[in-house]
């Protein structure tokens, strides 16, 4: 850690350049540019544009037109790839690894922001860590369109349909947002690709939904949930409510209902737990562990430390929550850059409030359900306009050229089912190794940082 000397800027540092945290980066540098010198600092180069890592992992764009470089946010700022491990809160300190290195690094904060976000939450499910899948990252993404081409690949050498079925028969557990939106295009692009595989009927192929309560998208109107519903089962998905899944097995899923369904392939995408990250801080934390904030994105009782996102629990006029989503994620970051810079020049903060514009969920086939300021829409139309609000949302001039090239092309030039080569196999031609070359510890020649 390097000293700091009178007269010295002040420092903010941002964890976490997600939704959150790359606008509230955004914007300090917009604020700050003279007053403070503003650090950005994630295990990633990338903002993850989540509501199109569907569409990145099994859909029509390619994966890497589905994340935009973080360093643009901080363009005035600095920007530090690494992994954050603790913070001092009584010493303001943030401790961090930087990419590649083995070391920890210290560096001093005047006002800290924790935009950490949240991951996927995995209930004591027997068999779930060993043979579950998430979908929560860029690599999942990929791994689901590596396996879905393997699982077809494998099922086409195969005579018995029974195997065949079990191979192709992809379960997707929770039916809000992403798992409705996975299960959706996961179907579409297993049927699509098994033109391919003359030896793959389209009979082969089942997606099945299972929610524990007793709809899907319990997020959206009743109306718009039963239209999705309608249309995934007339495709031929399995929707099933009440009913989660006991056990899994490599080639196996139990159900509530006690079922054995013969799979090998269970995606859970049931609901989300803060960052593991956030709980060795010393913040204070509710009973589900999400870091408590007032209003105005501060943490209780910690006047320089703010928290936004997925990992914080921030409350309405009305004391309800917000919603864990990437649009309020996207205002609260904006809001706390701008609450510390009034804070720095001694002038009072603002709460956050902020009434969301609606909510989308594509369903496949080039079809979705929208709320939009109170509206309900549906089918092709909704999914126009999800595809126009998402295109106007995705940062920069060129990712936005290039998504709509890949959904232009989409539909005139469909992307080959390919495997993009996450995976390869072992000198014996049947272990299959992650590829883990670019994780391999780099030691600079001193400690480099400042
Ligand atoms: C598949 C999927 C689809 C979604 N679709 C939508 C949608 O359509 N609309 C919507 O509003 N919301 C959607 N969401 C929810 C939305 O993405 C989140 O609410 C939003 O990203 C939260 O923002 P955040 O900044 O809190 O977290 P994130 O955006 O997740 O950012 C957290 C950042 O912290 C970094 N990080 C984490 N731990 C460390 C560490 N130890 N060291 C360094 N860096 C670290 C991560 O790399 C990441 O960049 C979706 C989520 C998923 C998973």
Redesign the pocket.
Known sequence: MRAKYAGERRRVIV???????AYAAQELCRLMKRDAEVVL????DY??F??L??EAGVGAIEPRHAVASVRRFVRDGTFVM????RVDLGGQQVY?RPVGSDRTAGLHYDHVVV????ITKLPPVPGLKEFGFE??TLADAIVHRDRGIRLLELANTLTDAEHRRALLNILVVGAN??GV?LAGEYQAFLTRAARFYPNVQQTDIQVQLIEYSDRILPALDEDLARYALRVLEKRGLVVKTKTTVTEIGQDYAVLTSGERVATHTVVWTAGITP?P?IRDIGLPLNAKGYIECERDLRVKGLPNVWA????ATILDASGKSYA??????ARE?PLAARNIARTLRGQPTEPFDYKPMG??AAIGHQVAVANLMGRNVTGMLAFALYRATYLSKMPSFSRKLRLFIDWTLGRLAPLEPVQLGVHRLGASGDEEIQIREADKVIRPPSAALR
């Open positions: 964890l976490g350049g997600g939704f959150g945290g600092i994630d295990r990633n903002l993850l989540y509501p890592l569907v690494g992994e954050v491990e961090f935009a950490l976000g949240s979908f929560k947002f992403t939106e960052n990250a936004i996102g997925d990992a864990a989503t990437a649009q309020n994620a970051g909510s989308f």
